[in-house]
């Protein structure tokens, strides 16, 4: 049978009571949200109970969204082959493939969030999802735009996220939508994964430097190169390269199924990547665990594809 993907998504899945159910109901759980308590304070609290205003301060989104796909994975208790992550889901997938602890995890992305915040003023930067655009016009349009504006995610045919100076994305939308396709200025605080992250990729680079990695247990394909790491090094320097560069995930998920991938199984709050992976590969299974809900399915799935 085919190979089985753990996918984890990123920040803008993040919801008030995400991970609660699954605290409720598993130790395996509990114990995650435990272990992220001790190393940041409340996450628990905050993933339950909010207030949203704070979840979605990108410093404590990010290492909330880890806590709540490792609490998932952990209730699961299946195994992969091979792993993913989007954007700040690649920490949660490096979890799971063993490449770093979770307490490291969780206090590296709250550091990264708060890094990025740092590196451009609110209301300097934006981004904006470009619906029924093809890639080469968005990048043909970016490019002719004065300022900073770039493609910065390419997350399934026909959905593209740009991002940079706010004018210039503005700029760069309207004259997209003169290319028939559809702007949509998202509700985020900075440029994620634009060159303008380049102060927070320096600083990053430090923490990251400093922390321990380990070879993971199975290959890992990292959103910077749409290709898959066995080393720690080199999950460490995708890591670093993340913050300022395009994530590539239509092109990751379609190396994997070219790589054998035929079941995806997104752990963690929401299910945009099980939507995405749905229009890249069609043809691939697909399961989401987003609660106890979900674990029964999810379990029969893998278990159908270990033959």
Same mark, same amino acid.
């Given at each position: 049978?085919?190979?089985?993907?753990?996918?984890?998504?990123?920040?803008?899945?993040?919801?008030?009571?995400?991970?609660?159910?699954?605290?409720?109901?598993?130790?395996?759980?509990?114990?995650?949200?435990?272990?992220?308590?001790?190393?940041?304070?409340?996450?628990?609290?905050?993933?339950?109970?909010?207030?949203?205003?704070?979840?979605?301060?990108?410093?404590?989104?990010?290492?909330?969204?880890?806590?709540?796909?490792?609490?998932?994975?952990?209730?699961?208790?299946?195994?992969?082959?091979?792993?993913?992550?989007?954007?700040?889901?690649?920490?949660?997938?490096?979890?799971?493939?063993?490449?770093?602890?979770?307490?490291?995890?969780?206090?590296?992305?709250?550091?990264?969030?708060?890094?990025?915040?740092?590196?451009?003023?609110?209301?300097?930067?934006?981004?904006?999802?470009?619906?029924?655009?093809?890639?080469?016009?968005?990048?043909?349009?970016?490019? *002719?735009?004065?300022?900073?504006?770039?493609?910065?995610?390419?997350?399934?045919?026909?959905?593209?996220?740009?991002?940079?100076?706010?004018?210039?994305?503005?700029?760069?939308?309207?004259?997209?939508?003169?290319?028939?396709?559809?702007?949509?200025?998202?509700?985020?605080?900075?440029?994620?994964?634009?060159?303008?992250?380049?102060?927070?990729?320096?600083?990053?680079?430090?923490?990251?430097?400093?922390?321990?990695?380990?070879?993971?247990?199975?290959?890992?394909?990292?959103?910077?190169?749409? *290709?898959?790491?066995?080393?720690?090094?080199? *999950?460490?320097?995708?890591?670093?390269?993340?913050?300022?560069?395009?994530?590539?995930?239509?092109?990751?998920?379609?190396?994997?199924?070219?790589?054998?991938?035929?079941?995806?199984?997104?752990?963690?709050?929401?299910?945009?990547?099980?939507?995405?992976?749905?229009?890249?590969?069609?043809? *691939?299974?697909?399961?989401?665990?987003?609660?106890?809900?979900?674990?029964?399915?999810?379990?029969?799935?893998?278990?159908?594809?270990?033959?």
């Amino acid at each position: 049978m085919g190979k089985v993907a753990f996918v984890f998504p990123g920040q803008g899945s993040q919801k008030v009571g995400m991970g609660k159910a699954a605290y409720d109901a598993f130790e395996a759980s509990r114990a995650v949200f435990a272990a992220a308590d001790a190393a940041l304070g409340d996450v628990s609290k905050l993933c339950f109970e909010g207030p949203e205003d704070q979840l979605t301060l990108t410093a404590n989104t990010q290492p909330a969204l880890v806590t709540t796909s490792i609490a998932l994975l952990r209730a699961l208790d299946a195994t992969c082959d091979v792993a993913a992550g989007h954007s700040l889901g690649e920490y949660a997938a490096h979890v799971a493939a063993g490449t770093l602890a979770f307490e490291d995890a969780v206090r590296l992305v709250r550091k990264r969030g708060g890094y990025m915040q740092d590196a451009v003023p609110v209301g300097v930067g934006a981004m904006a999802a470009i619906l029924k655009a093809e890639r080469a016009i968005v990048e043909e349009v970016c490019a *002719a735009t004065p300022g900073v504006v770039e493609p910065v995610n390419f997350n399934a045919p026909g959905q593209i996220v740009i991002a940079g100076e706010a004018e210039a994305v503005a700029a760069a939308s309207s004259a997209l939508e003169a290319h028939k396709a559809r702007a949509m200025k998202l509700p985020v605080s900075a440029p994620f994964h634009s060159s303008l992250m380049r102060p927070a990729e320096e600083r990053l680079a430090v923490d990251l430097a400093a922390a321990t990695f380990a070879d993971p247990s199975f290959p890992v394909y990292v959103n910077v190169d749409a *290709a898959p790491v066995t080393t720690g090094e080199a *999950a460490r320097d995708a890591l670093v390269r993340q913050v300022s560069r395009a994530v590539h995930w239509d092109e990751s998920i379609a190396r994997m199924v070219a790589d054998g991938v035929t079941l995806f199984v997104e752990i963690g709050q929401g299910a945009a990547l099980t939507g995405m992976i749905k229009r890249i590969a069609p043809e *691939a299974a697909r399961a989401n665990v987003q609660g106890p809900g979900d674990l029964e399915a999810a379990r029969a799935a893998i278990a159908n594809h270990r033959g």
